[in-house]
């Protein structure tokens, strides 16, 4: 079973507040969750996963405030294109300070902070970063539609030569990310600029931009719509789709190119020629904002989530009070390996409702007098399985390995085991 009461696919506002994920508090403010403890080690775990995933794709990873001047929006293009939607300025010792509703350009500020060569290119940028938006009220629900953003962005300033392979990387980045996380993309679809004056005028950075997108999507075989009035203010997108569970589509990801910052901002490179060129800009996503690519995990796995991303990863079962001991010494040799483990104490019910208790953690292990007069620990795995009673060095360095994987196995089975 994958998930709680039987159910495959729940309301993640319901189901993160009964697992202890997230909440939100009208003092705090609409829109704005917090995160309670195991919320947090499972955006902490997809947090650092997307970072060593770019950071063995070559992206360099940078910091910048979340504030910006007002002439910064201005310079981008949000400001005359996207004003609606950000949160007035603020006047702050004589100048008009924005709370950033995109990372962009600061990004495009990063890049121009110094003279760029073209055997700098293509230069990945990365963050994970604050950015918001001025919802309304009433669009406001859960995780999926908040006001302050927590989002894993990227830019890659590259040459026009460079474009389709950045972006072929980027989509084939998302898809492995969809394989660890254990989810799909309902679908792609390609955002093109639709009628009315949002758009930046400018034809023929539109036509180059969506060209190199469909060769993209054509190359890789991906099968697509294109849907008119979807795309970015600056240029068109692709657009990763995923489906809740009320049958409601979103964008989860998203690869964009942008001939437009790229020149609001002047950024030049020098070629191999000795000239300044300009740089194109792939803006990239892979798992969107935190705050939806949780809310749609959880009603994926409905709290049964893979290890790597487990809250709690292993909870140990003393039998009795006398195993207590041994139980706190194997919880401590698994978070020496990295795990999340914890100890369900023998005052809290009997060992046949403890596990019940902890029903979606991965691995169950029981340690009674037995196991612990044998060195040994008797896994339980989420799905029913029963391992045989292992070594306590082995059983952590199993599970570890597992989850050091990050994907959706539950166990490594092996020719010794006798599976129950």
Known sequence: MNAIDGEAVHDHRRLGRE????????????????????????????????????????????YSPVLGKRELYEVSGHWAHYREDMFPPMEVGGEEMVLRPSLCPHHAVLFRSRARSYRELPLRMAELGGMFRAELSGVLGGLTRVRAIQLNDAHIFCTPEQVGQEAAGALEMIGRAYDAMGIRAARYRLSLPGKGGKYVAAPEAWRRATEELVDVLERLGLPYDADEGEAAFYGPKIDVQVIDHAGRESTLSTVQVDFHQPERFDLRYVGADGGRHRPVMVHRSVVGSVERAVAHLVEVHGGAFPVWLAPVQVVVLPVGADQRASAEAFAARCAALGLRAEVSDPEDGSLGARIRQARLVPYQAVVGPREVADGLVALRLRDGRRPRPLPEAEAAARIAAVAGEHGVRLWDEQEDDRVR
Do not use: K, S
């Open 19 to 62: 697992l202890g994920l997230f909440d939100t508090d009208p003092l705090i403010g609409a829109g704005l969750p917090y995160w309670l403890p195991d919320g947090a080690a499972l955006r902490h775990a997809l947090e650092e996963y997307i970072r060593g995933q770019e950071r063995a794709a070559g992206y360099r990873h940078v």
